[in-house]
Structures are given as C-alpha cells and as structure tokens.
C-alpha cells in the first residue's frame, strides 16, 4: 500500500520515475496525484484530428489505415509511414531508420487500433507526428468493452513532455491508483454537509473517470480540499496574531483627534465613518489590529489613517506611515502638516498645547536633515513619521511605534511588512494597509487571508465624474491634434493637464524602473519603443503646446527637482506635466482636470484605472484620453474600450484578474500558493472559498492545533512544506 508521501521510484519503479521526476518534477505519489488530466477525451471527441496545432504534444486515438515503407532518399535507411485515422481527420506517423523496419510493419497493421502520441508537425501540407509513441490497444480489449462503453470511455490527457507521454503518466498513475491508501483529511462534519466525496474517490474521479459527473464530483471535492486547506493555514495564522500582545491604544478624549476631528474642513463619509469607528476600537485592544482598507482612488483613505495615527499618538505611542514612492511621502508629509496646523508644531511658535511633531525620512534628505528626522523619530519628539523604503533601514529606530500604516500596499511585500513591524520592540504595533487597486473578494480572502478588511464603496460628495475616451491615433492622426488642441483649451480656462508617458527616454531606460517600482506595462502591438517623457516634452514645447508652461517628472530626476515639479505643478505654476507614472497613486492636484495617457495600451486595465483618479478631484469635470496606436479589434483596443466604459473599479480588476494569469496576481509573495490552486480559480470559485473560510475557521477555532484531524495536519505540514520549498527556489 501506498501513502501520499511515499516517493514514486518506489511505488512505480525507477524507470517510470526517472522521467516524471526529470520533466514534470513529481517526485511523491501526491505530486503525481495533484498532476491533474488537462482534458478527457472519448472517442466521439476524436474526431477532429485537423484541430491538431503544430508543435503541440498530443496523444491521439485512432485506426490505422494505411501504411507504406520506401528506401531514404540518397542515404542508408528507411522511411516507415502510418497513415491513421478516426474516421474523420486524418494524421500521418512517421519513423525514421538506419536499417529496414519490418517489425514495425508487423506491429503497425491496417486496422490496429491505438493511442499515438508526439508532436505535431506539419510535412508537405500534411499533419503529422515523427516518432510518436504508440500503445497498441489488443483486441481482447475491445471485446471486453461493449461498444457504446467504448465510446463514451474518457482517456485522460495530461499535460506531458518531451520525455514523458501522456499516457505513460496514466499507466503511472493507474498503478498508483490501485495501491493507494489514503485518510481523508477532510473532516467528516464538513463532508457530509456539502455533499463532498471521499478523497480517494476523487482522486480516482479525476484521474480514471466513468462519466462527466463523476469528473465534476471528483473536481469539486479537490477543489475544496484546495480551498479549505488554504483557508486552515490562514485561520491559522490569525489565530497566531491574536496571540501577540500589543499596547492599547484607545481613544482619549479632549486629545490630539478631537482636536484634528474640530478643524476638518468637511464631513466624513458615512463609509469613513465606519471603517474609521472599526479601527479605532481595534486600536484599542491588546492585541495587534491587522486591516486592510481599500477604496477607490480619492475615496479620503487617507483621513482614516491620519485619524488612526493621532489615536495613537494620544496614547503616548507612534506611528509610521510607508508610501511607495518618494513624491508620494512628501506629498503625504506636506499635506497631513497642513491639515495638522497647530497640533503638529510641537516645540514651535504657535504649537497647540498637546501637539505632536511630523517627521520625514526619505532617501534624499541631507545629512543633517536625516539626522535630525532619525532624532526625532528614537526620541519619540515625532508622533508621526513618514517616509519611504527608508523607513526600513536599520538604523531607523523608535521610541514606541504603535500604529504601522502601509500605504498603497501592493507595492509591498510581506517581509517590508515585518520588518517594519519588527521596530516596535517586545510587543507589536498594529497594522493598517491601504490600497486604492480594488481587489476581487476571493483574491482578498486568498491573498491577504491573514487581514480583516474595511472597504469605502463610496467618493466623497461633490467629486465630478471622469469622462475618458479613446483616441485612435493610428487609423485618425488628426485626433491626436485635437487632444492638444483640449489641453491648450484647459490650460486657457486656468485648469492643468497630465500628460503621461510609459518612458523616461533619451538614453538608459529600460521597460521597467523608476524608485525601483515595476510599471506593469503590457507588451504594445507594435514594435516601436513606447514614447518617452523626454522626447515628447521638446516635441510639444516645440509644436502644438508651445507657450505654455510644461514640466517633466520621472524617477530619473534628482529628488529635488523631482520634489520642485510636483510642487510646482501643486502649485499651478505649471499648464501641462508631462510625467511617468511616478504620478501613479495617491497624487492630489484637484486643479489638475485632463490627462492624456500616450501608448495607454502599455499599462494595465488597473493602473489606467489608477491613474485616471488624479483628475476630477476637484469641482470641475475630469477628463481622460487614451491615446493608442493599439489595432481596432484587438485584444488591447478591447482593454482600453472597457476602462472607457466603466468607472467601477472592482469590474476592472476582475478584468485584470481574467486577463494575468493567477499567479501574477497572487504575487511573489505568496509563490507556494500559486500551486497549491491547481483547480480553483478565483474569480469564479468564489462561494466555494467563501463557505471553505467559514468552515475552516470554524475547525481551527475549535482546535488550534489540530489534534482531533491527524490527517488534515498531516495534509497542512505537506501543504506548508512545499511553499517553504517554493519560496526558498524563489528568493
Ligand atoms: P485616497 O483614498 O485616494 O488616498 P485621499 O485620502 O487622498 O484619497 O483623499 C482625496 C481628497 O479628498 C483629499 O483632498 C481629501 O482631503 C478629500 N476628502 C477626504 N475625505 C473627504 C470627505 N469626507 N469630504 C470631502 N473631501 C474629502
Ligand atoms: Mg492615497
């Protein structure tokens, strides 16, 4: 009998092992198991043998039909053709051989019935596999099978290789199949309440089905196990947080937030109210707050976070706000300085009586500045620190970090997000990520499992609405003219434009880069090089918007140019920013009222998404144009059509989701996962993943450790096993 554990060489020999392991990296009776057929076929199906792509890796089923043998042209040897069929399609096998091949045309006979499997080519017009791996199968066989059993029988297809055929795997897994022992690690509460098989059922459902429904039963159940497994690890995880101790900090009346709740210019959101209502009794416990807040792009997150931050502050404690880009920090830092006034100014003329200090730390400052904010920060003088990757560094150390506050998260992995946390000493500070990139539930669920999560659905009153439009430049050249024809007009009403580029330019850039952040860009249609900040800042100065004022921006300018632009333009000194996506997330210029993004068809539905919210944030209509040299029907023209068409953020990213593979979505991060969900799909698994969280927290509430599911921990320590493997592979 065999265990999922056992290695394969000893349940199916050496032979066959060698090569399972070699291409396809299965090594235990589990990873053969978990290689799952990629589709069935019956004989029915196989009929379309002119479906056949070339290059392909196929086992077909068929009838010979015919077969020849001539001399090899001008040299030793013989060429031995089978011509097959299924009755329909036709498909030629062909061998090659020094000497004469009788024996294979003792083997290979008119109506010989078999599987046949190789690559596909094609030869003189003719489909066909050379030297195809064959399995003849006997006439006993036949008689053995009624004919319509025959005819409905599936034959799985696996995904094979080179070296390894699809159905050689099956033969490996037959054997398997038959030796199998398995305990269920699939509590039997949860079994009978979904109606679920056992899990060696399954496994002979995938692999050996009858029918459609037992494959539809078998895939069911496996993708629970994928999902509640999962899930279990996460609960897990959860259940361990809660085991941290952390300083409460809870709210203190007549302190820092009253006072910063007095001045606010507005209303908070009723969807603010809440997120913020939630977190401020989180922070009130004694033991770490992990939450994620996401909202649309000008949603006020950061109001939340500010408000969350001066709780703390009240409660004696500190908090460090982490933002992905250098122009982001300071735009972080300039504007919760002013919203703060008084209650920031600490030590200075005209400082209110509790206030606090705000301090920058950011990879730019000057030595004295740094030393002065890294002060400050030990000293515990600055309640609020605010910064970049910087913040990370190891010097950077302080008095009592309570509250880590993670801005625009997908730009940070999981291990920024502990180091970070591990400034704070024996306890841990509580944790707020931010993200504007809405994320599907089930990516939420999977992906940032171990958070609890707060969303605002909802923009402040009063915003404007984001017309955008596509504009052909390739099929109407004079488009083009009138996008700047549109910004002149803007600038002349005194209103300032975005002009974005997915290129720095002009020497030194790759596809990628600026403050060391991907740009998600798409490979374009074409194969000229995306435009570039640079060359079309002096095209424009030059040509259509001569007059005006225009600035640059990317990542290549020293930080204080850099910071020179982004003030200038904050400051509407400047018409027109012609810009990378340094001004991607969280930018707030509410004068700013058109962007054009050139070569749109470069970036991501989300990140159009994204950049699009840096207009029509004030009272005055934004507007977007997509400029795009992308074909009409294609692929990238539809993309761009749909984030013309909606403004729903939540759509775009299933969008998203749909069009990356999985694995990208769930990230580096999180690379074990990403084969751990070999059936599951996120986007539309998600009851099955909603109800498996539910049970599995249940199960691990119930018993932590898992003492009364022996197999289950077994199956978790697999599971676990393998992405400490895959993780380790990866860095
Ligand atoms: P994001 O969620 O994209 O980070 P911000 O926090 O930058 O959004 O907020 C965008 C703008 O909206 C800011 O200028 C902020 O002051 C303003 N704002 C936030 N909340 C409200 C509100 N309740 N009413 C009006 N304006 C608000
Ligand atoms: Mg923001």
């Keep these: 009998m065999a265990i999922l554990e056992d290695p394969l060489r000893l349940v199916v020999g050496d032979r066959a092992a060698k090569p399972l392991d070699r291409a396809l990296e299965l090594r235990t009776v589990g990873d053969l198991l978990r290689h799952y057929p990629r589709r069935y076929e019956t004989r029915g199906e196989l009929t379309d043998l002119a479906e056949l792509r070339d290059g392909e890796y196929v086992t077909v089923q068929a009838e010979i039909a015919k077969v020849t043998t001539r001399p090899m042209r001008g040299r030793r040897g013989s060429i ?101 022992d398995i305990d269920d690690p699939m509590p039997r509460a949860i079994r009978d309440r979904h109606d679920l098989c056992g899990l060696a059922d399954a496994l002979r459902g995938i692999h050996r089905p009858i029918d459609r429904a037992d494959v539809r039963r078998a895939t069911n159940r496996l993708k629970w196990d994928e999902a509640f497994q999962l899930q279990v690890v996460l609960a897990q995880r959860r259940l361990a947080a809660t085991a941290y101790s952390a300083t409460p900090r809870p709210r203190t009346a007549g302190g820092l937030l009253d006072s910063y709740d007095a001045r606010l210019p507005f209303e908070l959101t009723v969807g603010q109210d809440l997120a913020g209502a939630t977190i401020g009794d989180e922070l009130a416990l004694d033991h770490p707050m992990h939450r994620l807040l996401q909202g649309e792009v000008g949603s006020g997150k950061t109001v939340i976070a500010v408000r969350a931050m001066l709780q703390v502050v009240d409660g004696g404690g500190q908090a460090a706000l982490l933002a992905p880009t250098e122009v982001l920090a300071q735009q972080h830092f300039r504007s919760i300085t002013e919203q703060l006034g008084p209650l920031g100014q600490a030590g200075e003329l005209g400082g209110a009586e509790h206030a606090t200090r705000v301090a920058l730390l950011t990879g730019s400052l000057g030595a004295a500045a740094r030393r002065r904010a890294l002060l400050e920060a030990a000293s515990g003088t600055a309640g609020i620190v605010i910064g970049t990757h910087a913040l990370l560094e190891e010097q950077v150390q302080f008095a009592d970090l309570g509250l880590v506050v993670i801005d625009e998260q997908h730009r940070f992995g999981v291990e920024q997000r502990d180091t970070l946390r591990a400034k704070a000493g024996d306890g841990r500070p509580h944790v707020l990520v ?29 915003r404007s609405p984001i017309v955008t439009h596509v504009v052909p430049a390739a099929e109407k050249p004079h488009y083009l003219e009138r996008v700047w024809e549109r910004l002149r007009e803007e600038a002349g009403r005194g ?71 982004m003030l200038a333009f904050a400051a509407g000194s400047v018409d027109v920013l012609i810009t990378t996506t340094v001004v991607e997330v969280g930018v707030d210029v509410p004068n700013a009222t058109a962007m054009v993004i050139m070569d749109a068809d470069r970036f991501g539905v989300s990140q159009l998404h994204q950049l699009r919210g840096r207009v029509g944030r004030g009272s005055h209509e934004g507007l977007c144009l997509l400029v795009t040299e992308a074909e009409a029907d294609g692929k990238s023209r539809q993309r761009l059509d749909a984030v013309a068409a909606t403004l729903d953020g939540f759509k775009l990213s299933r969008l998203d989701l749909e069009q990356r593979r999985e694995g990208d979505v769930l990230g580096a991060a999180q690379a074990g996962r990403r084969s751990s969900l070999k059936l599951l799909t996120l986007l539309k698994d998600e009851d099955l993943i909603g109800e498996a969280r539910k049970q ?32 380790l592979e990866k860095a």
């Design 696 to 727: 599995a927290q249940r199960v691990v509430e119930a018993d932590p450790a898992l003492a009364g599911e022996p197999a289950l921990a077994a199956a978790i320590r697999v599971l676990l096993d393998r992405e400490r493997a895959e993780y």
């Design 434 to 462: 931010m993200t504007a990139t809405p994320i599907p539930r089930t990516v939420a669920m999977t992906v940032f499992g171990d958070l609890e999560m707060s969303t605002l659905t909802e923009l402040p009153a009063g």
């Design 495 to 565: 209103r300032q434009c975005y002009v974005v580029c997915p290129r720095i330019g002009q020497g030194g850039d790759g596809p990628a880069g600026e403050d060391g952040t991907p740009l998600d860009n798409e490979p374009g249609d074409g194969t000229r090089p995306p435009l570039a900040v640079l060359d079309l800042a002096a095209e424009l100065e030059r040509g259509p918007l001569a007059g005006l004022r225009l600035a640059v921006l990317h990542g290549r300018l020293p930080p204080d140019e850099k910071d020179a632009a």
């Design 80 to 180: 031995f053709e089978a011509t097959v069929t299924d009755g329909h399609g036709v498909l030629v096998l062909t061998f090659f051989s020094r000497g004469r091949q009788d024996w294979r045309g003792r083997q290979l006979t008119p109506g010989a019935r078999g599987l046949f499997s190789g690559q596909v080519s094609t030869f003189k017009g003719k489909r066909q596999l050379a030297h195809p791996d064959y399995e003849l199968l006997d006439e006993g066989d036949d008689a053995a099978h009624a004919a319509a059993e025959y005819a409905a029988e599936m034959i799985p297809v696996y995904p094979a290789a080179k070296e390894i055929t699809s159905w050689q795997i099956a033969r490996s897994v037959r054997i398997v199949l038959d030796v199998l």
